[in-house]
């Protein structure tokens, strides 16, 4: 099953949703650790390095980072940006599907956006 982080200006109703649902999902929350607070790309390199997959809501920032990181030959196992305006349930159906049926290390290198179409 994938691991993820959820970044800390996601919708924590996500996150509660999601371990109702799945309480066996690998899922962590970056305020809960050390890195609260921390810029992007040092999220961004702590998720490659626990190699999880980041969940956000920061469309303007995470991506440019994320880029950076692929351009540059880093490791940057996924980015899953959820739309703001998606509605909590359909967020947490989406991903509750990619985790339970995408494979280990298939998002390496790339960004997803919810809803899924």
Do not use: K
Not at 72 to 80: D, H, L, Q, R
């Amino acid at each position: 099953m994938l691991r993820f982080a959820a970044d800390e200006n996601l919708n924590n109703d996500i996150v509660r949703g999601l371990l109702r649902h799945a309480p066996e999902l690998n899922i962590v929350r970056i305020q809960d650790t050390e890195l609260s607070g921390a810029d992007d790309p040092a999220v961004l390199a702590w998720t490659a390095r626990e190699q999880r997959i980041l969940l956000t809501h920061d469309v303007t920032t995470i991506t440019r980072y994320a880029y950076d990181r692929i351009r540059a030959g880093c490791s940057m196992p996924g980015v899953i940006e959820i739309n703001r305006q998606v509605a909590v349930r359909v967020a947490i159906d989406d991903l509750l599907l990619l985790a339970e049926f995408s494979l280990e290390n298939e998002w390496e290198g790339q960004i997803l956006y919810l809803p899924l179409r």
